[in-house]
């Protein structure tokens, strides 16, 4: 046979195969190929790594720590993430053998999904949301159901839509807040709710909590495992990308029982042995000196939220106002448009490049997601460019 008559998808994974690319890349990437394109489309913060934290990580390699760690991550750093997670949402683990540190917190949850899932096992997952989520259920065999979360509730899961979904294959709950893309959060009433849900079905929780140092207003972040009962039944995902930008560091950790942070260890050390020395060392002085960091940009980043609310909300473009992460969830019906004719087309005409709410889910349509971790100058500029879309090109007029 000759190379050239080879058939791939003899040798290719079907479920692979079968999967979409991310909705979040396939614009960005675009948009890379385009000259004078002001993107608000990654999340992505446009500060740099606290200098103190990239000192530490460079002071490591003139030190000569360039050796692999242990496969859960260097016990210092272990022990540092413990005692930030007790300091900011009253929960204690064992760093010996209940904390992973991992390759940014995408492979936290990969892990945990592999670890915890039996072929079939339904996984609830509340839309919109992450674009992980589902294709990694997937590939981990299970069964991706979505629950539908809407404006008029903040978009947040409600106890009944849970219990609704709840069938004999439900094993896990992933929930996903504060959530990407609609800044919506759980409140511990909210959380209390779903708790009572989740003890009642004997459900297991994968929270991933990657924006929750990034939770505005009076009320700090809760987490769902701090509840009476919820540790012992939670998978707590976390990094260091979002709240101490340190995207390009690849650092992510989990927290889990013991039983369960076993088996996560195991695909942890054959896949990939252990997350970057160096990036470890720059986390521990993250985790023990990083609060002030992580309150300069959290004031920041809520003054770009508000700025941004206003402008979408002055265009006709109703807003709800996100209280955790850094992205507005702007509805886009009333122009007429879908969700992807509104992003291609202001790609275009406009050279403004957002997300369409569909990479989200299907109950993302009517909605885009627009990421405000760019600066106030930047942010000023798009939104001068989407009114101008909106009066010119889509014919429809500012009020």
């Given at each position: 046979?000759?190379?050239?008559?080879?058939?791939?998808?003899?040798?290719?994974?079907?479920?692979?195969?079968?999967?979409?690319?991310?909705?979040?890349?396939?614009?960005?990437?675009?948009?890379?190929?385009?000259?004078?394109?002001?993107?608000?489309?990654?999340?992505?913060?446009?500060?740099?790594?606290?200098?103190?934290?990239?000192?530490?990580?460079?002071?490591?390699?003139?030190?000569?720590?360039?050796?692999?760690?242990?496969?859960?991550?260097?016990?210092?750093?272990?022990?540092?993430?413990?005692?930030?997670?007790?300091?900011?949402?009253?929960?204690?683990?064992?760093?010996?053998?209940?904390?992973?540190?991992?390759?940014?917190?995408?492979?936290?949850?990969?892990?945990?999904?592999?670890?915890?899932?039996?072929?079939?096992?339904?996984?609830?997952?509340?839309?919109?949301?992450?674009?992980?989520?589902?294709?990694?259920?997937?590939?981990?065999?299970?069964?991706?159901?979505?629950?539908?979360?809407?404006?008029?509730?903040?978009?947040?899961?409600?106890?009944?839509?849970?219990?609704?979904?709840?069938?004999?294959?439900?094993?896990?709950?992933?929930?996903?807040?504060?959530?990407?893309?609609?800044?919506?959060?759980?409140?511990?009433?909210?959380?209390?709710?779903?708790?009572?849900?989740?003890?009642?079905?004997?459900?297991?929780?994968?929270?991933?909590?990657?924006?929750?140092?990034?939770?505005?207003?009076?009320?700090?972040?809760?987490?769902?495992?701090?509840?009476?009962?919820?540790?012992?039944?939670?998978?707590?995902?976390?990094?260091?990308?979002?709240?101490?930008?340190?995207?390009?560091?690849?650092?992510?950790?989990?927290?889990?029982?013991?039983?369960?942070?076993?088996?996560?260890?195991?695909?942890?050390?054959?896949?990939?042995m252990c997350a970057p020395t160096t990036a470890q060392y720059a986390a521990i002085e993250?985790?023990?000196?990083?609060?002030?960091?992580?309150?300069?940009?959290?004031?920041?980043?809520?003054?770009?939220?508000?700025?941004?609310?206003?402008?979408?909300?002055?265009?006709?473009?109703?807003?709800?106002?996100?209280?955790?992460?850094?992205?507005?969830?702007?509805?886009?019906?009333?122009?007429?448009?879908?969700?992807?004719?509104?992003?291609?087309?202001?790609?275009?005409?406009?050279?403004?490049?957002?997300?369409?709410?569909?990479?989200?889910?299907?109950?993302?349509?009517?909605?885009?997601?627009?990421?405000?971790?760019?600066?106030?100058?930047?942010?000023?500029?798009?939104?001068?460019?989407?009114?101008?879309?909106?009066?010119?090109?889509?014919?429809?007029?500012?009020?």
């Amino acid at each position: 046979m000759n190379d050239q008559d080879i058939s791939y998808d003899r040798f290719l994974n079907p479920a692979l195969v079968d999967l979409k690319p991310s909705g979040i890349r396939r614009f960005f990437d675009i948009a890379s190929e385009m000259e004078d394109v002001i993107t608000l489309s990654i999340g992505e913060p446009d500060f740099t790594t606290p200098w103190h934290i990239r000192e530490e990580g460079i002071h490591s390699l003139e030190r000569g720590h360039t050796w692999y760690t242990s496969n859960a991550g260097l016990l210092q750093l272990r022990e540092a993430i413990v005692e930030f997670t007790r300091r900011h949402i009253q929960i204690a683990y064992d760093p010996k053998t209940e904390v992973l540190v991992t390759v940014g917190g995408s492979e936290a949850i990969d892990l945990g999904l592999r670890a915890l899932l039996r072929p079939g096992d339904e996984v609830l997952i509340p839309e919109p949301s992450f674009v992980c989520y589902a294709p990694l259920t997937h590939m981990a065999g299970g069964v991706p159901v979505p629950l539908v979360t809407r404006e008029e509730d903040a978009f947040r899961l409600t106890p009944e839509a849970l219990r609704a979904a709840v069938t004999p294959r439900s094993r896990l709950l992933i929930l996903p807040y504060p959530n990407n893309p609609t800044g919506g959060v759980l409140r511990r009433p909210h959380l209390e709710a779903i708790a009572e849900v989740v003890r009642e079905h004997d459900l297991f929780v994968l929270s991933d909590e990657i924006y929750s140092a990034l939770t505005y207003g009076a009320e700090p972040h809760v987490s769902i495992a701090s509840l009476p009962g919820m540790q012992s039944r939670t998978l707590l995902i976390n990094g260091f990308s979002k709240a101490f930008a340190m995207t390009g560091w690849r650092l992510g950790y989990a927290c889990a029982p013991a039983p369960v942070m076993k088996q996560i260890v195991k695909l942890h050390q054959y896949a990939l042995m252990c997350a970057p020395t160096t990036a470890q060392y720059a986390a521990i002085e993250a985790m023990r000196s990083g609060d002030d960091d992580i309150a300069r940009m959290r004031s920041e980043y809520d003054t770009r939220r508000r700025f941004i609310v206003e402008e979408f909300n002055r265009m006709g473009l109703t807003c709800f106002e996100p209280e955790g992460a850094f992205y507005v969830f702007p509805c886009i019906r009333s122009t007429g448009l879908s969700s992807e004719e509104f992003c291609q087309r202001l790609l275009r005409e406009k050279h403004v490049a957002v997300v369409p709410g569909t990479a989200f889910g299907d109950s993302g349509e009517g909605f885009v997601r627009v990421s405000y971790c760019y600066s106030l100058s930047h942010i000023t500029e798009a939104m001068k460019r989407i009114a101008e879309f909106l009066e010119n090109s889509a014919g429809f007029p500012r009020p």
